[in-house]
């Protein structure tokens, strides 16, 4: 039962951001994203600004640890952040957006930061998007799809974008099994997938 509290009270706060979007311009499909504030991430000492819009959206898993509800996705994050950073050596939590199961979409370096997620070529020219959990032999909820999707709709409508942009699998561009095989056949099926 307090799984099912957490998740209607950040469902509440969505809402009230969504009115509040509306009265400072920010995209209505942009209210579902938590603010690194709320996940209480550590402070950044990335400094790296990608050129805005980019072209490429780059799709993995972090092969972890899933996690259903805001406080465990918010420890997951938190988690992520904390091997990045101080075990790696990173200057913050190397994706640009994390996905929960708990069908939120956590800010890790932003759209406007390059992220650490795919190497030194497709970095600087793409936004990195992981699922938190391993998604080999199960696929993530519907409404963790969905926040992606939404994500998406969101980088479009702030300009973060091209309006031509190319979907990527982790596997695309780099030697590894990420973003799962069962996530690889899901993202394969989007409109701006390309291979």
């Known amino acids: 039962m307090p ?3 957490a998740l209607l009270a950040w469902a509440f706060l969505a809402l009230l951001r969504l009115g509040a979007a509306r009265n400072t311009e920010e995209p209505a ?4 994203v938590v603010p690194r504030s709320e996940w209480r991430a550590l402070a950044s000492k990335c400094s790296q600004h990608l050129k805005l819009p980019v072209r490429y959206v780059v799709v993995s898993h972090t092969a972890g640890s899933t996690c259903s509800t805001p406080a465990l996705c918010q420890q997951q994050v938190r988690n992520v952040q904390h091997y990045h950073s ?18 939120l979409v956590y800010e890790g370096r932003g ?5 650490d997620h795919t190497g030194p070529t497709w970095n600087p020219m793409s ?11 199960r696929t993530p909820p519907p409404r ?8 998406l709709d969101c980088g479009l ?3 973060a974008l091209s309006s031509n942009y190319e979907i990527k699998g982790h596997r695309d561009v780099q030697q590894t099994l990420s973003p ?15 291979e």
């Open 29 to 32: 499909s942009c209210t579902f």
């Open 127 to 137: 936004i990195g998007i992981t699922f938190m959990g391993n998604y080999m032999e």
């Open 157 to 159: 409508d702030r300009g």
């Open 3 to 5: 799984g099912r509290r």
């Open 180 to 194: 799962g095989d069962k996530l690889y056949e899901i993202i394969q099926k989007w409109q701006h997938y390309r």
């Open 86 to 103: 101080q075990t790696l050596g990173w200057c913050d939590v190397g994706y640009n957006f994390l996905i929960g199961e708990d069908g």
């Open 144 to 151: 963790a799809l969905r926040a992606a999707q939404n994500l």
């Open 111 to 115: 759209w406007d930061i390059k992220g």
